[in-house]
Structure formats: C-alpha cells, structure tokens
C-alpha cells in the first residue's frame, strides 16, 4: 500500500520550487500530493506537438494554447499536455491560469491513461473545467 508521507499547500510547493528542492524532479502537485510524472515516450512527445500546432493555428487571436505547463488549481497543480486558456497571454506573466481561465484541457495518454481518467479527471471536474 502506498502511505501518503506529507501534504503540501500550493505556497509549500511554490517554495519548494523557488528555493530549488524539485530542480531535475519531474512530479506535480495534484490534491496536495507530490507526485511523479513518467518520462515522455517519442509518441507522446510527437503527438503533443502536433496537437498543439493544429489548435494554434485553429485558435490564433481567440484564445492561448499551453503546452506542458503548469495549471494553478485550488490543492493542486498539475501540468496538463495541453492547456487552452483565455488571450491575453500577458496575464500570465506572474501566475499560471487557473480554472476561469480554461477553456479546455487534453492529456495525451498510453501509459497514464487510468490515472488520467480517474485522478485527473475527478480533479478538474471538482474545479469546474467542463472540457
């Protein structure tokens, strides 16, 4: 069974990462947990990409198309494949969009896809993003 060892608040994790504690980690915070994101496969990597210069030029001047960036939610903050939030871009310079801000999120899924369909899912549900 595996025992969650600490939760953390969203200031906790931000100062994790301000103070350099998750340099060359690659985990995000989801429900106040830290938790570590596999590796990316070739696929996942080429299909991301291709996704997100098809919605770019689909979108360009309607709304902002993130790619593998963080989220900012209320106990988490986890980093979607894709994130399609609200122009303008410059609003984001000193916070990451949050829950009003989305317009629609994908996660991009082999490996992670029962994760993603349970945790994640019920996690943007509970934040009301609706796509």
């Known amino acids: 069974m595996i025992k969650t060892l600490m939760k953390w608040s969203l200031e906790e ?7 350099g504690v998750l340099d060359h980690k690659n985990v995000e915070l989801l ?4 938790i570590e994101m596999p590796p990316e496969s070739p696929l996942h990597s080429y299909t991301t990409r291709n996704c997100s210069d098809y919605l770019r030029e689909r979108l360009k001047g309607l709304a902002l198309v993130i790619e593998a960036h963080p989220i900012t ?7 979607p494949d894709l994130a399609i939030v609200k122009l303008p871009a410059h609003q984001y310079k000193n916070r990451h969009p949050s829950a009003e801000d989305i317009f629609w999120l994908v ?10 369909l349970r945790e994640k899912k019920k996690i943007y ?3 009301g993003i609706k796509e």
């Open 13 to 19: 994790y931000h100062n994790l990462i301000n103070n």
């Open 31 to 34: 429900e106040r947990e830290l």
């Open 73 to 79: 939610l209320t106990n988490s903050e986890p980093e």
């Open 107 to 116: 996660e991009i899924s082999n490996k992670t896809l029962n994760y993603d």
């Open 125 to 127: 549900a509970k934040e």
